[in-house]
């Protein structure tokens, strides 16, 4: 089986195709629907031979497979919100230990050691339902950060009296719409904080162009970039914006695009939708076709621009540009 600590340590393309084709070789083996699409489709396992060639399971399968290769029970399952009453994927995480050690080693790439800055986190629809990954992690980084911040549901008036005592680094780490409560309603003007948003409206606000939402948040919190956070239920890691919406991954994350018209036509770069290989689910599925559209740039940065039209409405991401 795959060492996790071999993924997060790739520093390669040719490492990360390696461990990739390992992973398929195991996935498609032990994982029986995947398995099953793959004979499906018409793909001989014993053919695949480089990252394009891998079939990548279309993300609804999460929602009536049990996607899982471990041999013990998993330690957890996460499930996705379930917008407009679809019913929720299911996430089957063999290991709590390994999604730690990826989302805490994603987010220090990104944004340095967790014990320097303290989290405040607005995420009242993620707190008011089971099986959240997005706040499982956020509750792990609090706990290891400098000392203060923590979960506000809609106590808005406390949240913004700590952001203001707290003089240190900071992030405020909303769901689109609240964030824009608070900008509209209170407009306060923080001091050495980042803001970072995720998760879209939820079906709670009009859909509006994220450089919309991100021109209103600049203005109300005085800051001069909006950074966002992009993941989602059925994965293990995380990609995250330092402004302007445009998005970069670990290393063991790698985003791929494919014609919308034909899915089996992958490429590394250019716009259409967004399949993604996370290293990080060695126990799940690693190949994952999802319904967002999106553009890759020849830096491997990239940018999501919603739904794919016709798609089911997701309850992540959902803004457009």
């Given at each position: 089986?795959?060492?996790?600590?071999?993924?997060?340590?790739?520093?390669?393309?040719?490492?990360?195709?390696?461990?990739?084709?390992?992973?398929?070789?195991?996935?498609?083996?032990?994982?029986?629907?995947?398995?099953?699409?793959?004979?499906?489709?018409?793909?001989?396992?014993?053919?695949?031979?480089?990252?394009?060639?891998?079939?990548?399971?279309?993300?609804?399968?999460?929602?009536?497979?049990?996607?899982?290769?471990?041999?013990?029970?998993?330690?957890?399952?996460?499930?996705?919100?379930?917008?407009?009453?679809?019913?929720?994927?299911?996430?089957?995480?063999?290991?709590?230990?390994?999604?730690?050690?990826?989302?805490?080693?994603?987010?220090?790439?990104?944004?340095?050691?967790?014990?320097?800055?303290?989290?405040?986190?607005?995420?009242?629809?993620?707190?008011?339902?089971?099986?959240?990954?997005?706040?499982?992690?956020?509750?792990?980084?609090?706990?290891?950060?400098?000392?203060?911040?923590?979960?506000?549901?809609?106590?808005?008036?406390?949240?913004?009296?700590?952001?203001?005592?707290?003089?240190?680094?900071?992030?405020?780490?909303?769901?689109?719409?609240?964030?824009?409560?608070?900008?509209?309603?209170?407009?306060?003007?923080?001091?050495?904080?980042?803001?970072?948003?995720?998760?879209?409206?939820?079906?709670?606000?009009?859909?509006?162009?994220?450089?919309?939402?991100?021109?209103?948040?600049?203005?109300?919190?005085?800051?001069?970039?909006?950074?966002?956070?992009?993941?989602m239920a059925e994965l293990t890691s995380q990609a995250y914006s330092l402004g302007d919406g445009v998005f970069n991954a670990p290393k063991w994350l790698k985003i791929l695009v494919r014609d919308i018209n034909?899915?089996?036509?992958?490429?590394?770069?250019?716009?259409?939708?967004?399949?993604?290989?996370?290293?990080?689910?060695?126990?799940?599925?690693?190949?994952?076709?999802?319904?967002?559209?999106?553009?890759?740039?020849?830096?491997?940065?990239?940018?999501?621009?919603?739904?794919?039209?016709?798609?089911?409405?997701?309850?992540?991401?959902?803004?457009?540009?």
């Amino acid at each position: 089986m795959i060492d996790i600590n071999n993924v997060l340590n790739i520093s390669s393309d040719a490492e990360f195709e390696k461990i990739a084709l390992e992973l398929f070789a195991f996935q498609v083996k032990n994982c029986a629907p995947y398995r099953r699409y793959v004979e499906y489709i018409n793909v001989d396992p014993a053919s695949v031979d480089s990252l394009k060639k891998i079939p990548f399971m279309p993300i609804s399968a999460f929602k009536n497979h049990v996607l899982y290769c471990g041999e013990n029970e998993a330690e957890i399952v996460f499930s996705s919100s379930n917008t407009g009453g679809t019913a929720p994927s299911k996430h089957y995480m063999a290991s709590l230990a390994v999604y730690e050690a990826c989302f805490s080693k994603a987010f220090e790439q990104f944004y340095g050691d967790i014990a320097n800055i303290n989290i405040y986190g607005l995420l009242p629809n993620y707190l008011q339902r089971e099986g959240s990954s997005l706040i499982y992690m956020v509750d792990k980084l609090i706990q290891k950060s400098r000392g203060g911040g923590g979960f506000y549901l809609d106590d808005y008036d406390k949240l913004i009296s700590e952001l203001s005592k707290d003089n240190g680094p900071k992030i405020l780490l909303g769901v689109s719409y609240a964030l824009w409560d608070i900008a509209e309603q209170f407009a306060p003007k923080l001091d050495n904080t980042i803001v970072m948003e995720t998760g879209g409206m939820k079906g709670n606000r009009e859909e509006i162009p994220k450089e919309q939402l991100h021109k209103i948040l600049t203005s109300a919190f005085g800051v001069d970039k909006i950074d966002s956070e992009y993941g989602m239920a059925e994965l293990t890691s995380q990609a995250y914006s330092l402004g302007d919406g445009v998005f970069n991954a670990p290393k063991w994350l790698k985003i791929l695009v494919r014609d919308i018209n034909d899915p089996f036509d992958i490429r590394e770069h250019g716009r259409g939708g967004i399949n993604i290989i996370d290293l990080g689910n060695i126990l799940s599925c690693a190949f994952i076709q999802t319904q967002d559209m999106g553009e890759i740039y020849s830096d491997n940065s990239f940018k999501i621009f919603g739904r794919i039209d016709h798609s089911e409405i997701r309850g992540c991401n959902l803004m457009v540009q």
